[in-house]
């Protein structure tokens, strides 16, 4: 392992895991519970990768604000949505973070500065890049975090967004979560310059690729980066490489890949991966990683229960929300 | 007679003008390695290869402007947006370029590009993903706009949207895929640009199409048994709107009601609405009646999903009330 991680201690590693664990299991109970026709309509899993999530919010405080897609269980578990609100959104509830309007791919909570959830690819870069226009208009130290797909960055908005951003010395971070495939399209086939990262440094933003299955080179790349956004360089790109392990969504047959190519992958997963280093370095007990494992399936378990037993939103209630409401009092 | 599905009729017709025409290409995001989004081009890749089945990346904008720069270079593109919503990063260039260059150039340019789309609600995926804007593409002079409902227009309009030289934009509601039916004749099918009447009867006019369609076939069913006889009035072609289809059956029965997936308010159903108070208004014995969707975007939450899209039982309850002697209070807006 490198320098840049040397720093980084045994129980902060632990905590990792954890977090990574927590959106793994966390998803599978997913899977599960949508066969169970508990969770319905599209339901993508960010199975193989989760450290890209999990490092990355390592680097953000409170006042950050946080942009993702429709596979973002993972951010938001990271963010710091508790397991309860986000299984009783997907579960269609009205204690759901988004009211049981939105689902599996609208999750929000802006309490935390956590804006969603969004379902059109490269749709929330503008929104990020007014976020952060928006924070450093009003002198606020913060920054804005973006997350999207290799498939994002064929898009218009994306380019647009990027050109802005280093335009106005904006204070975000992109977080290119590349995994190869936008559904059944492999990037060689949507990219002409499969070089990512080099896209964003060709608008002149400070930009670089990682390995984004190894958790320990993403907290350490955002972190550099959220402290340099933090002085005042601007708008930074991390092309994060990874891989997910399961289909696009639950409807994929996955015609575009063949098994071997998943299973090489896996062997790489971020957490097989931290899981034995930890081992090999005697740094974790095979009952601490039990107490973990068994955590985590509690808070799962507890959540489930409390979504089940959740209500729904009156039916009265339809046209709630589609604008302020005006108190009369 | 076998019976055939939706989509399976939709895949029909696409493979049949790419037999037919070399100048016929299909392209979309994942419309071919994958089998796109909603099955409806699985197995066209490996029947008639990579150049006329075409993946493109993820740039609506692009691959949309590109479909009809390639109708105008003397090529016949099917294009495929995978969702009505995803239709929105395309709009300039079907709002501003198809639609308006052969007015612009003084009727020089030819744009004879047919865009397919799915749309419609019904399977929890929420508000980025389940609208109907059919009456946004038929308020746009210069485009066709087709919504087939039946198995035998999945199958046949498409041909017809091929061989008209201006663009045509296709809908198919997400619902319809999986339907099935007996493929009907060919010749049994009407012109692309006419309205059908799916179920003739004389008490009053239901009005709809596309995704619509079975929900109001089915309430005609029910309202049988309850006495009353509904012919229903399938629209296909939301622009240009089959006037003469339309006042000839509320001529015949006095009595419209419009069903629309989308929402009242400046939509298709306001404009059919509006078409009968026009030029049919005498023929009428009761108000014009409309079910439509809540306005509200289209929520996750099941029950909030179907509570906010028009119902059988919402259709039978406004065709029953319409039967009845008029009272003014229920429809007093105050
Ligand atoms: C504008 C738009 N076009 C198409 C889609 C359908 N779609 C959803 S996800 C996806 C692939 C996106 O790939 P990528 O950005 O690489 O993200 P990944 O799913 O791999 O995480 C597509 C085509 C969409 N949601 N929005
Ligand atoms: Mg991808």
Redesign the interface.
């Known amino acids: 392992m490198s320098n840049n991680k040397l720093h980084v201690n045994r129980i902060h590693l632990h905590f990792l895991l954890k977090q990574m664990i927590r959106i793994r299991r966390f998803e599978e109970r997913c899977v599960t519970l949508y066969n169970e026709e508990k969770i319905?309509?599209?339901l993508h899993l960010y199975n193989g990768e989760e450290a890209i999530a999990v490092g990355v919010m390592q680097a953000l405080t409170a006042q950050d604000a946080v942009l993702a897609t429709y596979r973002e269980h993972g951010h938001a578990l990271a963010r710091g949505l508790s397991m309860d609100i986000v299984m009783a959104e997907m579960f269609?509830?009205a204690s759901g973070c988004?009211g049981?309007?939105?689902?599996s791919?609208?999750l929000f909570d802006s309490s935390q500065r956590f804006y969603g959830g969004?379902?059109?690819?490269?749709?929330a870069l503008p929104i990020a890049v007014g976020i952060a226009l928006a924070d450093k208009m009003l002198q606020n130290q913060a920054v804005t975090c973006c997350f999207f797909g290799d498939?994002?960055v064929?898009?218009?908005?994306f380019h647009e967004s990027l050109n802005l951003a280093k335009l106005w010395q904006l204070p975000i971070l992109f977080i290119c979560e590349n995994n190869l495939y936008?559904?059944?399209?492999?990037l060689e086939?949507?990219?002409s310059n499969q070089k990512i990262h080099l896209k964003a440094a060709s608008y002149g933003l400070a930009s670089q690729v990682i390995d984004g299955m190894n958790v320990v080179d993403v907290e350490a790349a955002a972190k550099l980066a959220c402290s340099a956004i933090r002085n005042g360089a601007g708008p930074h790109f991390i092309e994060c490489q990874t891989y997910r392990f399961r289909g696009h969504s639950m409807f994929?047959?996955q015609?575009?890949r063949n098994n071997d190519e998943v299973e090489q992958w896996k062997k790489k997963g971020p957490l097989i991966q931290l899981t034995q280093w930890l081992k090999d370095n005697h740094q974790i007990e095979s009952d601490e990683l039990q107490a973990i494992e068994l955590a985590v399936d509690k808070e799962i378990d507890a959540a489930v229960r409390s979504a089940d037993a959740a209500e729904?939103?009156p039916?009265e209630n339809?046209?709630k929300h589609?604008y302020t409401e005006v108190s009369h009092g | 007679m076998d019976k055939i599905t939706f989509r399976e009729a939709s895949r029909a017709g696409i493979a049949e003008a790419l037999k037919d025409d070399s100048r016929v290409f299909l392209i979309g995001e994942d419309v071919g390695r994958y089998g796109g989004c909603y099955a409806v081009s699985k197995g066209l890749l490996d029947s008639f290869g990579a150049q006329r089945i075409i993946d493109a990346p993820l740039a609506e904008a692009g691959f949309v402007g590109a479909g009809i720069g390639a109708a105008i270079g003397g090529m016949r593109p099917i294009v495929e947006i995978m969702t009505v919503n995803f239709s929105l990063l395309a709009l300039d260039q079907i709002i501003n370029n198809a639609a308006t260059l052969r007015h612009m150039s003084g009727g020089q340019i030819s744009v004879p590009v047919v865009i397919r789309m799915s749309c419609g609600a019904g399977k929890q995926l929420a508000a980025q993903h389940s609208h109907s804007f059919e009456g946004l593409y038929a308020h746009i002079p210069g485009l066709k706009v087709l919504y087939p409902g039946t198995i035998g227009d999945a199958r046949y309009m498409l041909k017809m949207a091929l061989d008209d030289p201006d663009p045509v934009i296709i809908f198919e509601h997400v619902m319809l895929y999986n339907m099935e039916a007996e493929l009907p004749e060919k010749q049994t099918i009407a012109p692309m640009e006419k309205a059908v009447i799916r179920r003739t009867g004389h008490d009053l006019s239901i009005i709809t199409w596309g995704g619509c369609l079975y929900k109001a076939m089915d309430a005609a069913e029910q309202l049988k048994t309850l006495g009353i006889d509904a012919e229903v009035v399938d629209l296909r072609c939301l622009r240009p709107l089959d006037r003469v289809t339309i006042l000839d059956s509320v001529r015949r029965t006095h009595k419209a009601l419009i069903v629309d997936e989308s929402w009242k308010s400046g939509g298709m159903s306001a404009e059919v609405s509006a078409t009968i108070a026009e030029l049919g208004l005498w023929y009428l014995d009761a108000p014009i009646n409309r079910v439509c969707s809540a306005e509200v975007p289209i929520p996750y939450a099941y029950h909030l999903e179907q509570a906010s899209l028009p119902q059988v039982a919402q259709i039978i309850a406004v065709a029953k009330q319409m039967m009845e002697p008029f009272n003014a209070s229920i429809r007093d807006p105050l």
């Open positions: 319905r309509g599209f269609g509830k988004s049981g309007r939105g689902g791919m609208h969004s379902a059109i690819v490269a749709g498939g994002a064929a898009e218009g908005e936008a559904m059944g399209t492999a086939l949507e990219q994929d047959t015609l575009y729904i939103e039916v339809l046209l589609v």
